[in-house]
């Protein structure tokens, strides 16, 4: 049954494509360049992590991705189709979760989903069995009739994967889909995203901040920094790079201080320092 | 090579094209402006409280400001209406306006709690997104028309009970609170807080109020306010209403046509701003 969850019939333009393939990447919002010259590609069933700290530009190139905004240069395609030029179709291919956890609380769970339902233009003989679906594969079957302000964070999560699946999406992108979760719900998301990997095969793109569960979770990690990759590879070679017995969260302050070292040889922001001054006084 | 793999690009090239995943634009708008009417109802549904605080208002503006107003007679009204009658569609606009400026507000808590990424990064195109959004605005304003039909009847005001002139004035209404609704989410997408928004929105509906033809006939105002009175989409608004309640004479095309008119002009520039609001 959670097969029908997965990749829509036919792999998605014919296969052979890549899910996503970024190249050159540049966003500014006025004087601040937020992202500066990102380029990656996701193979067909990965699953890919976009790490680094906050304002590293992750949800830039995401809002992108996802045809949100417009990048001033480069170009990113989802399975081939242009963010630009096919923002619909591309659309279509992705199911999303951004970072805030973004249910309508005023509604019900069943009506939540309904809404994406229709939204996506799913055919109306589908649209009831496609949402029970979603929903139970999400653990929400008994619940879907409550409002979703009486839901726990965890719940309001899942549902929101459920919304994300009900168009069948050949793309997930999470967005910290765990941020502000405690550890019993968090472990709870990752192991319906697990689950559903191994039984669709879905590809997978997706931010977080903590480390563990991007190295158990993802085939491949991008370390982004003020705008730029720092390093990329998968956990393994990441961490070999550093010697043995290193973890990620080594890989991630071995790139990030250098970076910060970097920026203050060039005088670089207030913020850097400010950051340095609180880690000092931390020990 | 498997019998399904072989399969494979033909169910795909037919599954991916654009014209299986979206509709032609005279279908899409449509069922995107039906699926934010439905969405709507249902919140309604689930919360009725605003539905009951949101009649408050316009009872009070009939019962003391109008019956008070009705007793001094300062205001002059056609032959044969009572003030009373005069003001009732006059308070139907209002009260649909005060509705529909919440809206904006509206946008900008949906932007801040994700929601509003969320439903822009489905496949509906911005322009859809803001007649969804002003056509719900709409829906809400109706239960306000019932309101005060029912509190007209009432008080006994003669209107014109005609079904297919109800249906004008559900009509007219809601074109109205469309265009007022884009004309807050315009501003939502200028400044963009909500805190600022409520300054605006205060700042901007007691002059859509009040310089229009709500209170009084334009003919009281002075020279500069009539002005005002007749490039206010208001004063269209109740014109259309007494025209089709009440029998005062009035030229519907133009009515509908500057509702009409205005809309679009209201969608067009909120949609244009929403990307603002996207990043």
Partial sequence: ?283 | MSAVRVAQPSVSADRWSPATLMPPWWRLYPSRILTFWLVELRKIRHDRTELYTRAVQPVLWLLIFGETFSRIRAIPTPPGISYLAYLSPGIMAQSALFIAIFFGIQIIWERDSGILTKLMATPTPRLALISGKAFAAGVRSVSQVVVILVLSAILQIHFNWNPLHLLGVAAAVVLGAAFFSCLSMTIAGIVLHRERLMGVGQAITMPLFFASNALYPVKVMPGWLQGLSAANPMSYEVDALRGMLLGTPTALPLDFGVLAVAVVAGVAAAAALLPRLAR
Wanted: with cysteine.
């Fill in chain 1, 1 to 283: 049954m959670t097969a029908e969850i997965g990749l829509p019939e036919g792999a998605p333009p014919d296969g052979r494509q890549l899910p996503v393939a970024c190249t050159d990447l540049r966003v500014s919002f006025g004087t601040v360049q937020a992202v500066d010259g990102v380029s990656f590609s996701i193979a067909p069933g990965e699953v890919f992590g976009l790490l680094g700290p906050n304002g590293a530009g992750k949800t830039t190139t995401i809002r992108v991705l996802t045809t949100l905004i417009r990048a001033d240069s480069g170009a990113v395609s989802v399975f081939g189709y242009d963010t630009r030029t096919a923002a619909m179709l591309v659309r279509h291919l992705i199911g999303y979760l951004p970072q805030q956890l973004s249910a309508d609380f005023q509604l019900t769970g069943y009506e939540n989903v309904w809404l994406f339902a229709r939204l996506f233009d799913l055919p109306r003989q589908q649209r009831d069995q496609r949402i029970r679906e979603v929903l139970a594969a999400m653990g929400l079957d008994d619940v879907r009739e409550r409002l979703v302000s009486t839901y726990s964070g965890g719940m309001v999560r899942r549902l929101e994967l459920a919304q994300a699946l009900v168009n069948r999406p050949a793309l997930l992108v999470l967005d910290e889909p765990t941020i502000g979760l405690d550890p019993l719900a968090r472990g709870d998301v990752w192991e319906r995203v697990s689950e559903l990997r191994e039984e669709t095969g879905m590809t997978v793109l997706l931010t977080t901040h903590y480390m563990e569960e991007a190295d158990t979770l993802c085939e491949r990690i991008a370390l982004m920094h003020h705008g730029r990759i720092r390093s990329q590879g998968t956990p393994a070679e990441l961490k070999a790079r550093l010697g043995p017995g290193a973890t990620l969260d080594d890989v991630f302050r071995h790139d990030v201080g250098t970076a910060i070292e970097d920026e203050e040889m060039t005088g670089g922001g207030r913020d850097v320092r400010r950051t340095r001054r609180t880690a000092q006084r931390l020990g």
